[in-house]
């Protein structure tokens, strides 16, 4: 069974510093995962996606995310923080053979000034 | 413009009093689904439709019902609402196979 674990429900970090926000996943097949971002009050859009080839992938608004099958690990991150990131992040996981996917439990990032 | 789209936006009701939450997308996508957000457990699925007259259910599929007699729709009944069906639904679509899914606005529904 697929799952995926998001560290940190809460991050904060401030305005121009280094975004980290952590997810592990398992699945028993290669998988396809995904970074979406929930603003407040709105529904999930993508942010990017991992499906096959190069493991660096590279989002909207700056983000970007690596694929590290040794580690199961598929971070994300962004150079320096804007206070227009402040949203809600979810990893989520795909086992490719149907269209299900499952996703973590979220982490809030805060921006301070 | 592509989109998914769900009615009511917000919605307070009484235990009890059969409620429709619809959703529509306008994409030709094979695979809808339903899901409930609540604070701290994330998105759970609720039932989900890989085609017209194809649905199963998801992780969390008491107390809701599904139909999808139109390949853009896909509404979400609850017959029966009680106070834990409280919380902010959506709905999502995704073509067959490409796994990517787009989300509706949500719906966040209070029971009294």
């Known amino acids: 069974a697929q799952s995926v674990t998001q560290l940190g429900s809460h991050v904060s970090v401030s305005e121009g510093a280094l975004v980290l926000l952590r997810c592990n996943y398992s699945?028993?097949?290669?998988?396809?995962l995904f970074w979406y971002v929930q603003y407040p009050n709105q529904g999930l859009q993508l942010l990017l996606k991992y499906t096959t080839g190069a493991t660096l992938v590279k989002g909207i608004n700056g983000f970007e995310a690596e694929f590290k099958k040794s580690e199961t690990s598929f971070h994300l991150t962004k150079p320096s923080a804007h206070m227009s990131d402040a949203a809600e992040y979810f990893c989520a996981v795909s086992d490719r053979r149907d269209d299900k996917i499952i996703f973590g439990k979220g982490t809030r990032l805060h921006i301070l000034p | 413009e592509a989109q998914v789209t769900q009615n009511p936006r917000y919605l307070i009701t009484v235990t009890g009093k059969k409620l429709t939450v619809t959703c529509s997308q306008n994409?030709?996508?094979?695979?809808m689904s339903w899901y409930r957000q609540d604070p701290g457990l994330g998105l759970r699925q609720i039932y989900y439709s890989m085609n017209v007259e194809v649905t199963d259910k998801g992780d969390v599929p008491e107390g809701y019902k599904v139909s999808r007699k139109e390949k853009r729709n896909f509404p979400l009944i609850l017959e029966s609402p009680s106070p834990n069906q409280t919380s902010l639904y959506f709905c999502?679509?995704?073509?067959?196979?490409?796994?990517?899914?787009?989300f509706g606005p949500g719906t966040r529904l209070l029971v009294l």
């Open positions: 699945s028993s097949v290669p998988p396809y």
């Open positions: 994409m030709n996508h094979e695979y």
């Open positions: 999502a679509s995704s073509r067959q196979g490409e796994g990517t899914q787009y």
